[in-house]
């Protein structure tokens, strides 16, 4: 038996409500991100994913609150992320409710952040969320700030100390193909994915359910997110576990919950 | 109703263990009170992070460790580790140097032994085989897929294990023996499997 490839919808939530932009802008409002767990924890989400995407300190108390009442619904594993900077903030997080925490801005500002929490809380509970946009052919930079502010850091060879420094997992957004649909930028994942230990979470440009089974076959992800095709209801999670399953990747047998 | 002493020691997801165990039909008591622990007809031990720091925690409330084993290994009251809380039952655990476990199982916690292509944390859904039947680990029959999310494994001895996983190498992803029963995995984010597992381990009578 083999571990099962992780299909995770992606709850963007600004002002504790469920979004999911083109690009990172133009956001739409998908619902209550309680509300929303609770579906996708019936549908037997293999993990749900919460990005706070305003991720202001005034929000803090908010976003917790929301943590706390979407762990509540269900009993899947959560990694929230979003403004987390601190060892504290993991701390917050955890006792709200999340499994595991994903650090994105301040991993790259303060690289240190991220051996302090996983030496605080063990590597399997710190995940490293790296935004990255493609600058010429064979090199992808990190952009932090929601994509508008360059860094000139190569995410390759970022990704790669974020796993020497302690990071259990990379979650890899490519921010050309986020919100577009067009599929996931599988080059991205597979320079990544070839380089560390550390299972990959596939980000930005889910469309297809292809596009779901390349991350995974081609890209070398580990677990591919998605957020628009589920939240609108373009596909459900069994039928990407379906297309994964005809694709020969391993897929969890998903047990229901008795009435 | 049966009480559940779950024990709070700075080292684990509380909320989300409480949470799965009311699920379940239980009405655990967080705790880590020695009376609260000598009243309670079943004991949970969660646990998250590093061996020794957890170790540290558990030894940092007075009185804990001795009210855990009158319980357990004195008046027998059903016992259910949940991932570091298992592995708490080595005699001892490898990660960042050698630190004394609970020695209740036996055995040594070290890291996970896995090949060039296999990730590391094993992260995510994997089976777990019984290794023989058992009225708690009966959940995972004939192989469900369980939550995992960790580096290091109990290797106990050979007549205390469960259940089975594969992931680089075969590991003890449970370990059962008397009132005793430890799982690896997380049943509180297993879903359904999780628990059921959970509903049996409150309705056991070892």
């Known amino acids: ?259 | 109703m049966q009480t559940i002493a779950l024990i709070d020691y700075g080292a684990g997801n509380l909320r989300s263990v409480e949470r799965a165990l009311a699920r379940a039909g239980a009405e655990p008591v967080v705790t880590a009170a020695p009376d609260a622990i000598a009243a309670a007809d079943r004991i949970v031990l969660p646990g998250q992070g590093a061996f020794a720091a957890c170790m540290t925690g558990l030894s940092a409330q007075p009185g804990l460790i001795e009210a855990l084993r009158r319980a357990v290994l004195e008046r027998g009251a059903p016992f259910l580790g949940i991932c570091v809380g298992m592995q708490l039952l080595a005699d001892v655990g490898l990660e960042h140097g050698e630190t004394q476990g609970l020695g209740w199982i036996g055995g040594a916690c070290r890291v996970l032994s896995v090949g060039p292509k296999d990730i590391l944390p094993h992260t995510g859904w994997n089976t777990a085989a019984p290794a023989r039947a058992h009225p708690v680990l009966d959940a995972l029959a004939p192989a469900r897929h369980v939550y995992f999310n960790h580096s290091f494994v109990l290797d106990p001895p050979a007549n205390t294990i469960g259940a089975t996983t594969e992931h680089g190498e075969t590991f003890a992803c449970a370990v059962a023996r008397d009132n005793l029963v430890g799982v690896q995995f997380h049943p509180e984010k297993s879903q359904a499997v999780g628990i059921d597992l959970l509903q049996r381990f409150v309705r056991w009578s070892p």
Request: hydrophobic share 45%.
């Open chain 1, 1 to 259: 038996m083999t571990l099962a490839a992780r299909i995770i919808p992606c709850l963007d939530v600004r002002e504790g409500r469920v979004v999911k932009g083109v690009n990172f802008v133009d956001l739409k409002d998908a619902g209550d991100p309680a509300e929303q767990a609770a579906i996708y924890d019936a549908q037997g989400a293999d993990e749900i994913c919460f990005l706070d995407i305003a991720a202001s300190h005034e929000n803090r108390g908010t976003l917790l609150d929301v943590v706390r009442r979407t762990a509540d619904k269900c009993f899947t594993p959560l990694t929230v992320g979003g403004g987390v900077r601190t060892p504290e903030d993991v701390r917050a997080l955890l006792l709200a409710g999340a499994d595991k925490a994903a650090i994105n801005t301040a991993a790259v500002r303060t690289p240190d952040v991220v051996d302090a929490c996983a030496k605080a809380f063990g590597a399997q509970c710190i995940v490293v969320a790296i935004d990255a946009k493609q600058v010429s052919p064979d090199r992808w930079e990190i952009f932090t700030h929601g994509g508008s502010r360059e860094t000139g850091i190569d995410a390759v060879r970022f990704a790669v100390e974020a796993v020497e420094r302690g990071a259990g997992e990379l979650l890899v957004t490519s921010i050309d193909r986020d919100g577009t649909r067009a599929g996931y930028d599988l080059a991205l994942l597979s320079e990544i994915s070839s380089r560390v230990k550390a299972p990959v979470i596939a980000s930005g440009g889910a469309g297809t359910l292809q596009h779901l089974v390349e991350a995974i076959t081609l890209g070398g992800a580990s677990a591919a997110l998605a957020a628009s095709i589920f939240h609108f209801g373009t596909f459900s999670l069994a039928q990407a576990r379906e297309a994964l399953r005809d694709a020969g990747a391993p897929v969890r047998d998903v047990v229901g919950y008795a009435p």
